[in-house]
């Protein structure tokens, strides 16, 4: 089963895709657009191509669990991705993964323009390898 994972931002998002059989990530990129409504549309046009059949998004929480400040605005932003794609899209706890893309990328010596071109990607991938090895357990 192909997964697509979203780590959703004001201005980049994220997008990282499973194998066909949803073991590891196969692809990502970014989508550069500031308005929800053309996200979400563009990440529909990324299901239907490349045939993902599970959405899950990044989520924001606090470090003790209980929902960050930013959280309705995810909601709200994962409810235009179902209207948009017409499945559902799992909220998968996102704490961490930026920080992580960060020390990733500052390890292969990833800084300025070119770290923040692909530090979304880099966290939609820790998003969906999570969520992958959730599924693997399960």
């Known amino acids: 089963m192909r997964v697509l994972a979203i ?3 004001d201005a980049r998002t994220g997008i990282a895709v499973s194998d066909a059989l949803g073991m590891i990530v196969g692809q990502t990129t970014v989508i550069h657009s500031r308005s929800a ?9 990324l299901v239907r191509e490349c045939g993902a059949e599970r959405l899950v998004m ?10 960050g400040p930013r959280a309705a605005l995810y909601r ?3 409810a235009l991705v179902e209207a948009a794609c017409k499945m559902p ?5 996102e704490r961490r993964t930026t920080v992580e893309a960060h020390n990733i ?4 010596n990833y800084h300025g323009k070119k770290r923040k071109n692909t530090v979304d990607a880099v ?3 820790l998003i969906l390898e999570g969520y ?4 693997s357990r399960a």
């Open 37 to 45: 409504q053309k996200t979400a549309q563009e990440i529909a046009r």
């Open 123 to 125: 966290a939609a991938s």
């Open 89 to 93: 899209v799992v909220l998968w706890d």
């Open 76 to 78: 709200d932003f994962a």
């Open 58 to 67: 990044g989520f924001p929480r606090n470090m003790d669990g209980s929902e």
């Open 7 to 9: 780590d959703y931002g």
């Open 132 to 135: 992958l090895a959730f599924l």
């Open 105 to 108: 990328l500052s390890e292969c």
